[in-house]
């Protein structure tokens, strides 16, 4: 009896500890190992011509339903008088925040940031499509996936063509190679280069976004007061 | 019947069929009154206009679009040509289609003919001698094709597949 | 520019309907404590005023969560939102403020009716009559602690909307003030027009009793309506943008000035300080007063909502 008693509190706390163990890997001191990426996007818009194919790519590869899009360009102008004329072109595509609006109004926490990757995403699933991320998102790049009816919006491609070991859609299909992909905290990384020695802005960062999404500006085609 | 005058039989009897698809296509475009210019004597391959420019209402002729004759072909002259390998200047070209295409209704129908009206001839992306312009019914992945054929830059294999 | 169909417009009038339910349901409560507190104690129950509020609050909050739940891109995975939580989310606050006010609810609800309630269990369960005196042991904890959710749930409708920082008239510390005292004045209306519909007295002491503190609360509606556009008109920018557009010309302008101004504030206004004056209050001071409260708040949720959703940061 005493024997079997003995055994059972043995291989109980053996248990114990062995879950705590593995709970602790699992954790903040078990994930030392592994690194964080913060992956960021540059849109360089001297080099855009508005021809869509980002926008053609990332539906294709994402199917994205007609009727919605992840990503669009918006085209501004024409500026000057013919024949003279020109454009200027903006993206408009989910920032990847680092303080993410979206992310902090979620009832069920559907809409979260991955902290391997600094990507925004959604698990639709959990979501129950009541719109409140849509409304909470300043940029409004949200929107309800018709076929899923979850929210949905750019994922810089995580569940399809990063997981491949490949550069997100829209970056290989620009033609004029205006679009570029990487991790900020990699100081090799072409994007970190590009960052460090070009004049680069982003939108609304008076709201605290603090957006991933960086735009290299071609000059206005407009005098803004 | 002989096994050769089987297989002539067959063969003048398909051609008979083929010519006889074909040539009330041939026979409607040929009738129409723009290719009945005597520039189509030389010019009977390329030339024949078979597009909705050709029709009777409009009245055109060769020299609508490509100018008058003058001294050609014997000697140079101001004969517009809008091929990727003519020697006229894209404004000439593009002065062309302006008799008649405003550039302002051009931009309602697409902005890009606002931004290439004086780099790029028009004939570049429409064609108008064949029977239907590919401008015309052109799909959303076509059309960014086309922008990356003159603006694309060859991606260097090595970075751009990898993360 | 549609009023009812614009860019940047997400949430329709389902929510601004749900808004308006929940803050009718948190007044209603409140009144029905107050009148039980400090006028009818524990006969409050046979008070038509008491009867209507104790009905209008369980079936306000229930009508506002089913509009909820049918307003849902997936109305089917609405339980995903009762079991997953988020706490920096105020919706997800809200939800858990939610059932606990509705268990608050019920369990008062039973205190209020104990005398009825015990009488019909007397013979037939047992079991329920101890629960029930259990429940009235801890009455005096329930009531407080219920007239804070129903404070809290009446805030929350304003946090709700405040939190969204897209848009520059809703990203206002002075709403949740605002959407409390809008939500406890339709919560009186809704009580004093169940009551008299239910034949109660128009000149009893409920509804001098409520008369007296609605008062206060419409003046305070006014400052606060006023404190808000003022606030965002000195804010500049996109907020000053964004405030005349709403109260300027133009559909929701009329809806503000005519609807919510007039008729939903200074009609009552008027009417409660003639009443005060005159001899005797009669039904249809009372429901007319009543309705008019109701109406301009309903114009004031759907308002707040759709011109707040008008300007974008």
Known sequence: MKNSRRLFLKSACALVVGASGYTVAQGPLGEAQQTTKKYALIHDETKCIGCDACSVACREVNNVPEGVTRLRIERKGPYGEYPEQYFRFTRHSCQHCEDTPCVKVCPTGAAYKDEATGIVSVDAWKCVGCQYCIAACPYQVRFINPVT???????FCKETRLKEGKLPACVSACPTQALTFGDLQDPDSQVVQVLKHTPNYRTKTELGTRPKLFRIGSQDGEVRL | MSLFSKIAFCAVSISALLLLNIMPVKAEVNRLQINQDKCVKCHKRNGLMAGVHGNDALALTCQSCHGEKGKHPRQPSLIVGFSADSNTKVTAQVDSCSQCHEHDVLYQADWTHAVHSN???CANCHQLHSDSDPMMTLATEERSALCG???GITPKESDDEKL | MSPFHFDGLVWHWPIAIYLFLAGVSAGAVFFAILLK??????DAYRSPFVQAACIIAPLSVFAGLGILVIDLTKPFDFWKILVFYNPTSVMSVGVAVLMFY????????????KKPLLAFCEQRWPRVQRLLKWLVSAEASITGILAISAVALGAYTGFLLSALTTYPMLNNPVLPLLFLFSGLSSGAAGTLLGGVLMKGSPDGKEVHFIHNIEIPI???????IFTFFVGLILSGGASKIAAFRAIGEGFWGWVFWGGIVFVGLSLPLAFNLFMKASAKRKFSYVAVTAMCSLTGVLLLRNFILYTGQMTVA
């Open chain 3, 218 to 224: 419409i003046l305070v509606e006014m400052v606060l």
């Open chain 3, 37 to 42: 507190q400090f006028r009818l104690g524990d």
């Open chain 2, 119 to 121: 780099k790029v001839g």
């Open chain 3, 102 to 113: 509705q268990a608050m609810l019920f369990a008062w609800l039973a205190c209020v009716f």
């Open chain 1, 149 to 155: 009816k979850a929210a949905d919006k750019c994922d």
């Open chain 2, 149 to 151: 054929k003159c603006h």
